[in-house]
């Protein structure tokens, strides 16, 4: 009789090659919780191929099946066929808002091994915290008449006091496990009402944490230092629309997106956070068996922190770098570097 805890995983393969880099990612999940955890997974059909068969996005049901788990694992959604948004909205961010994932956390490291496209890359490891639910991404807005030489179109930024405060809290707990310090990335001197109240949040948490530091960084200011200086960076603060940006920058200034993985966190924990690779579904070499899974099997290291297991977590970054390290200029198929990621635990 086994005396692990069990953990109900919600896996969404998705489409192309989510399909081929979940699996070896579950396996890297299990080898190196032995004696510590089970799982249950459930596998749900969803993405741009149940769509284009069926018609259906995200049923009601299935929602309901998935808020009841402890944590999802998700491939890759999209394919060029489906419009664009259409999977976006009705379901990567359906599933975001439903279960109200309002941290985004990116981490960005450069690994050994790995060609920065930066001269001097330097030390580049840390962390974007988004905010997912608010900003200019919440929803708000519309277009009137639509199609005519008078249309007028909005998106407003939501930005409340409560929604800023968990996540600006978030951001501190973070940077308490790291390198102490929080820069707050705005655009305060012009969008003034939400930049403001952002900045008073920062500092009002901040005095609560007087061990870490903050400073403030204007939007584009940051994207430049991202390019000239990225190792003064530790925990990086910011809403939905710049934390998009910078996150794509982030990704490729550590050598591509081939080893981000992300989460969207509920960190209150009233719901699963979701954990997945920062790149898509990869049309161009769909069931080819080369996409590499490293960046999902580094995104099962943060879903297994999230539920409290850090020492496995670990154990599974500190493979990933040691494997990298090794064969980051080797061309392997997902199925070897799979083999190889689990050869070493
Ligand atoms: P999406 O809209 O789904 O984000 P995209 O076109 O922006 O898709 P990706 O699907 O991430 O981007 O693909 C971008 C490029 O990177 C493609 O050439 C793809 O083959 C490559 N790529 C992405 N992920 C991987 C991977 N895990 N292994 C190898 N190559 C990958
Ligand atoms: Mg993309």
Known sequence: ???????????????????????PAQQV???VTQGVADFEYENFDLGAERY???????PDEELERIKKTDAILLGAIGDPRVHAGVLERGLLLKLRFALDQYVNLRPSKLYPGVESPLRNPGDIDFVVVREGTEGLYCGAGGDIRKGTAQEVATEVSINTAYGVERVVRYAFELAM??????TLVHKKNVLVNAGDMWQR???????????????????DAATIFMVTDPSRFDVLLTD???GDIITDEAGSVVGGIGYSASGCINASN???????????SAPDIAGKGIANPTATILSTAMLLRHLGMDEPAAQIEAVVEADIA???QTKRTTEEVGRDILARL
């Open 326 to 328: 090794q064969n980051a």
């Open 29 to 31: 999940m299990e080898k």
């Open 201 to 219: 949040i920062v500092d009002e948490v901040g005095a609560e944490y007087p061990e870490v530091f903050h400073d403030y960084l204007h939007i």
């Open 240 to 242: 939905n629309l710049f």
């Open 1 to 23: 009789m086994s005396t692990n805890k069990t953990y109900h995983i919600a896996v969404i393969p998705g489409d192309g090659i989510g399909k081929e880099i979940i699996p």
């Open 177 to 182: 496990k790291r390198k102490k310090h929080v």
């Open 270 to 280: 009233e719901y699963p956070s979701m954990f997945e690779p920062i790149h898509g």
């Open 52 to 58: 284009l068969r069926d018609g259906v996005i995200l």
